[in-house]
């Protein structure tokens, strides 16, 4: 008599995947946007794979905000370990329809918030495309994309050349920044920290002070915004931002303490004038969809809540 063993449960990296890009946005709709699939499809693969599992390994909280369970953080490093080493063993042995080198330009501050999630995923579904970042301020960005140093440059709405075509990425408001430990923002006249007078957030907030008559003085500068963090977080001025990364000992400050509103401003995408391709075309195509799943509705919650 031949006995015969039980075939084992597997994994499906597909379900896997799902999971672990809901896991790091906490959302279904950004992860459904990632992968071009419908939110419903996206619920049904985690379902699956927690059928598969016999535990929970998400739940939706309070205004459908995404947690992980602790069998669900058990996975995660677990899963990203194995869909590494799926995807090296198919790339292996699939040659990479794009490969070359494709140089970006970017304010500092946005390669430290925006760029290290998108520049990951883009590198593992384009593994043999190098992506070199040159780091620069949005005033000194256009004159190296349009002399071809660059092919690609993320830029601050304000600074692109008059005539260039340019793609929005995202729209926001600016927000006034001071320290979590002092209130500078309570001294008159203001003390500012800016990144150089000609700075398109420093003439807006210049403008909005002008504007209400306040008092200020601009006490620091530097090359880069990432560079006003330090005199704020000391309590010796406020800065200006884009509330999308802060450093530990900075906070956004409130409509209510005293200092005027900021109009919103834009991020854009400029191609230069002989781009390397088609390594460009796919890192702009890649950029552009990030950014566009990044600003998906489920920040409000009622998308999560009614799925």
Known sequence: MVMTMPT??????????????????RSFTRAAALVGRTQSAISMQVKRLEELLGEPVLERGRGGKV??????????????????????????????????????????DYALSHL????????????????????APSGELPGRLMAGDLDLTLLSEGHQPADWPATP????????????????????????????????WARQAIAALDAEGREYRVAYSSASQVGTHAPVMAGLAVTISALTWLPPGLRPMRADEGLPRLPDFGILLLKGPHPHQPVTDALATHIEESYRADSAPERTGTVEAAE
Do not use: M, Q
Not at 15 to 23: E, G, H, K, Y
Not at 67 to 81: F, I, K, V, W
């Open 67 to 108: 947690e992980l369970t602790p069998h669900g953080e058990y996975l995660l490093s677990r899963a990203r370990s194995i869909l590494a080493l799926n995807d090296e063993v198919i790339g292996t042995f699939r040659a990479p329809a794009i490969a070359g080198r494709v140089r970006l330009g970017t304010p500092d």
């Open 116 to 135: 290290p999630p998108v520049l990951a995923r883009f590198a593992e579904t384009h593994p043999a495309v190098e992506v070199e970042v040159l780091c």
């Open 8 to 25: 084992p449960l597997s994994l499906d990296p597909d379900l896997l995947r799902a999971f672990v890009l809901i896991a790091e946005g």
């Open 169 to 200: 990425l995202w729209r926001g408001p600016l927000v006034w920044i001071t320290s979590t430990r002092h209130a500078p923002h309570r001294k008159n006249p203001l003390p500012l920290a800016v990144a150089r007078r000609d700075c398109a």
